[in-house]
């Protein structure tokens, strides 16, 4: 069964970047369609999705976060990362990584526990 | 992008009885080369990840209890919960994963009464 393993500073300083990395065992991440995503919910309030990442290196992106979040694949290390540059208050949020639940279009069916990131001034 | 509006956003029912929550999208989540509706259906606890319940609109995710059923299709679906039981307790989320843009519901708060 795949595992995720969220991993990061929890505390970026406003305008900074905010980068988190998600470790992937149990599995290969380069084996297999599926697709690697990035999930957040600020404290209290429910979930945005960020974006995603195939094997091939396509992504897809939140539009309200296009323009600040990369998301990569380093398959040497079966992880996948977030960056998020120039973090204000309201991305102070609990960041989840997850994969698909099944091959090609499929619902995020795998879940890290999710690492709280605060963004301080 | 493909809006998602739950209701409603909080529900108290009791013990053994039936529970139901709705979600309706901004635009069709039905794919039909696949004759498949691009919805899923997750239950949150408290300080947990939330959990996949319910893909494909009405198809349970391996290990979810028969209580839990999903309907709907196009616009309009529903998360049902026919005996509630007490760890049932949780917030749920529907999601939409037919646009490349994937968003979730915004939430429903499930207490028991």
């Known amino acids: 069964q795949v595992q995720l393993q969220e991993s990061g500073p929890g505390l970026v300083r406003s305008s900074q970047t905010l980068s988190l990395t998600c470790t992937v065992s149990g599995g290969s991440i380069s084996s297999g369609d599926y697709y690697w995503s990035w999930i957040r919910q600020p404290p209290g309030k429910g979930l945005e999705w960020i974006g995603r990442?195939?094997?091939?290196?396509?992504?897809y992106y939140n539009a309200s976060l296009e323009s600040r979040a990369t998301i990569s694949v380093d398959t040497s290390k079966n992880q996948f990362s977030l960056r998020l540059r120039f973090v204000t208050a309201a991305d102070t949020a609990v960041y989840y990584c997850?994969?698909?639940?099944?091959?090609?279009?499929?619902?995020?069916?795998?879940w890290g526990q999710g690492t709280l990131v605060t963004v301080s001034s | 992008d493909i809006v998602m509006t739950q209701s409603p956003d909080s529900l108290a029912v009791s013990l053994g009885e039936r529970a139901t929550i709705n979600c309706k999208s901004s635009h069709s989540v039905f794919y039909s080369p696949d004759n498949k509706n691009f919805l899923s259906w997750y239950q949150q606890k408290p300080g947990q990840p939330p959990m996949l319940l319910i893909y494909?609109?009405?198809t349970r995710e391996s290990g979810v209890p028969d209580r839990f059923s999903g309907s709907g299709s196009g616009t309009d679906f529903t998360l049902t919960i026919s005996s509630l039981q007490a760890e049932d307790a949780a917030v749920y989320y529907c999601q939409q994963y037919y646009s490349t843009v994937f968003s979730f519901g915004q939430g429903t708060k499930l207490e028991i009464k």
């Open positions: 494909w609109a009405s």
């Open positions: 990442i195939y094997n091939s290196g396509t992504t």
């Open positions: 997850a994969r698909a639940r099944g091959h090609g279009y499929s619902p995020p069916g795998f």
